[in-house]
């Protein structure tokens, strides 16, 4: 069963770091670019970040340009995602999941597929 399993979320103050994980199992993620996404109560989901298959290629959003940074771990089938000086509005429910091609396009939702379950993000002081 292909799945993906997020971990690496917590409470954190403002001005701090986390690293999310995104585990693949069930499949080898060597082939897909990942998608990082996250919701916020009462939000919509949106991208964050993208990662090609090699990793050489990656995309993010415009407000965590410059303070996220994702990665990946082929031969562990995991991919990271480096997260600095957070602010609160980064809060949210931080989901990974498999782009439909190689590369990084966009962000939209629906060129994704195996959502992970997420894991919950929490900028506060």
């Known amino acids: 069963q292909l799945q993906f399993v997020e971990s690496g979320g917590g409470l954190v103050q403002p001005g701090g770091s986390l690293r999310l994980s995104c585990a693949g199992s069930?499949?080898?993620?060597?082939?897909?670019?990942i998608g990082w996404f996250r919701q916020a109560p009462g939000k919509e989901r949106e991208g964050v970040s993208c990662?090609?298959?090699?990793?050489?290629?990656?995309i993010y959003r415009d407000s965590v340009k410059g303070r996220f940074t994702a990665s990946r771990d082929n031969a562990k089938n995991t991919v990271y995602l480096q997260m600095n000086n957070l602010k609160p509005e980064d809060t949210a429910v931080y989901f990974c999941?498999?782009?439909?091609?190689?590369?990084?396009?966009?962000?939209?939702?629906?060129?994704?597929?195996?959502w992970g379950q997420g894991t919950q993000v929490t900028v506060s002081s």
């Open positions: 999941a498999a782009g439909v091609s190689n590369f990084c396009t966009d962000f939209d939702p629906h060129e994704y597929n195996y």
């Open positions: 990662i090609s298959a090699s990793g050489g290629g990656t």
């Open positions: 069930g499949f080898t993620m060597d082939y897909y670019a």
